[in-house]
């Protein structure tokens, strides 16, 4: 019997919705990337290491909260049967993000030397809860892709309309903040957040139709609790995803982007100041370079996915390319020079997001094929961890790099050797994490054309 859920059509209109909700998540991630840890060591002037050690803790609490938050809400609730298994928890995570958002830029008026600990705790406090929203909401709208999106077809196109508003999202977190921000006034930056906060929860509230589970997938997953089959444990259910080569692979390549990226976007705002010698609404150029080089290659790489209907391939060349235009990086200084450079890797960053959520959703489809039930949540979960660790090695190269090279905190100038810093985790860093990465995925990746198609047959047979 043929899935119904293979049926459902899906417009155009549905689509659009279902992106709003992640270019609304990519918004404000990136701004917290780009503006958290700058804030508080050139504008407060807490030491780097308080910085450092309260993001790391926050990223180790996550790493652990997101295959949890995975797990748990991989099961029926009371609210399932009216609303969906993921609607209302993405609904619960998505909307609280802003708030938090802006709580981190009002920390107490205090002396950040005498009362490092004071601040140290409201960064860590606020990061934790801004990224437990963030996490609720993210593993359940990701989950929701596989399960919404049957067909390797209709996953690309979606991805065609979603990956240009994530990257419009991406760009957007860091356009309008710096319209908002002048260096060395505290208050500009809450100012920033009273915007951000707006923004996204009207995204939230436009991705409603979008994210909203169809009566027939609803239907489809009740049913298959009928079975009555016990579930795994938390630790079983982890150790079974960990046992998937496919999966392996590909979560040591999220991990090297997103080191890559959390360091790149965190670096920005400390070559406008420091190298570039601007104010913050240079940054504006920059990122537009980065959404046009994007979003005019999005439509590329899909048509070459489809043309060539091989995903892994697709992603190969995509990482490979982030390695190699990110060497530029590593030693330009001029305004229009680096505009340009970042528009030629906002085309490779393009087609990196086009593959996200295909390549995601060929792993699923494996596990479901290999254990007979579905556990998107469980895999998201995990995936988020990795991505954590990515942003635990941002921050102890930063912190790291930061104190080997001199730089001065609260400072509205750096030494040269502060200067070359900034360089090493702009480009080379991020340039060995994804080649890296992209070693491990070309040898360990093993799901071909073939497989992925026959894993979706298999479940189509199965119904699930």
């Not at 991630?29 to 030491?47: I, R, W």
């Not at 940054?283 to 590329?300: E, K, N």
């Not at 200084?333 to 505009?339: A, H, Q």
């Not at 254990?371 to 912190?399: C, N, P």
Request: net charge neutral; glycine share 8%.
């Amino acid at each position: 019997m043929e899935s119904p859920n293979l049926k459902i059509p899906h417009s155009k209109t549905n689509k659009v919705s279902y992106g709003l909700g992640g270019l609304g998540r990519e918004f404000l991630k990136m701004a917290f990337d780009t503006y958290v840890f700058f804030y508080y060591e050139t504008e407060v002037g807490l030491n780097v290491w308080y910085i450092g050690i309260a993001l790391i803790i926050f990223a180790v609490y996550n790493a652990i909260n997101d295959p949890l938050i995975g797990y748990l809400t991989n099961r029926e609730f009371k609210f399932t049967k009216k609303w969906g298994r993921r609607f209302p928890l993405i609904l619960l995570g998505g909307i609280p993000m802003g708030l938090c958002y802006f709580l981190m830029f009002t920390p107490p008026n205090v002396d950040p030397r005498t009362d490092a600990l004071i601040l140290f705790s409201w960064l860590l406090m606020g990061a934790i809860l801004f990224d437990t929203f963030h996490s609720l909401f993210f593993v359940n709208y990701q989950s929701l892709f596989p399960d919404k999106f049957r067909s390797a077809e209709e996953r690309r196109s979606v991805t065609g309309i979603t990956v240009p508003l994530g990257v419009l999202g991406v760009a957007l977190g860091a356009i309008i903040p710096p319209l908002f921000i002048n260096y060395g006034n505290l208050e500009s930056y809450a100012v920033q957040g009273i915007a951000a906060l707006v923004f996204s929860v009207l995204m939230m509230l436009l991705s409603i139709p979008g994210v909203r589970e169809e009566p027939e997938t609803i239907e489809l997953y009740l049913k298959s609790l009928e079975k009555k089959e016990e579930r795994a444990s938390f630790i079983d259910s982890t150790k079974r995803a960990l046992q998937q080569r496919s999966f392996v692979s590909y979560v040591i390549l999220y991990t090297m982007y997103s080191a890559t990226t959390v360091s790149m976007v965190a670096s920005i705002s400390y070559v406008v100041r420091f190298i570039l010698k601007m104010e913050a609404n240079a940054t504006t150029l920059l990122m537009a370079g980065m959404l046009i080089g994007t979003l005019a290659s999005s439509p590329l790489w899909v048509k070459y996915a489809n043309n060539t209907d091989n995903n892994r391939k697709t992603m190969l060349i995509a990482t490979f390319l982030m390695s190699l235009f990110t060497i530029p990086f590593i030693f330009l200084e001029n305004y229009v020079l680096l505009i340009i450079a970042i528009l030629i890797w906002g085309v490779s960053l393009g087609g990196w997001w086009v593959m996200l959520f295909p390549i995601m959703s060929d792993i699923i489809d494996e596990s479901i094929v290999r254990h007979k039930k579905r556990d998107e949540g469980t895999y998201t979960g995990i995936q988020q961890f990795f991505g954590r660790l990515g942003s635990i090695i941002q921050v102890l190269s930063f912190a790291i790099i930061h104190t080997m090279t001199g730089f001065i905190e609260g400072s509205a100038t750096q030494p040269p050797s502060a200067i070359w810093g900034i360089h090493i985790h702009l480009g080379l860093v991020p340039m060995l994490c994804m080649f890296i990465g992209g070693i491990i995925f070309w040898k360990f990746y093993d799901l071909t054309p073939e497989k992925t198609q026959a894993n979706q047959q298999q479940i189509k047979e199965m119904n699930l």
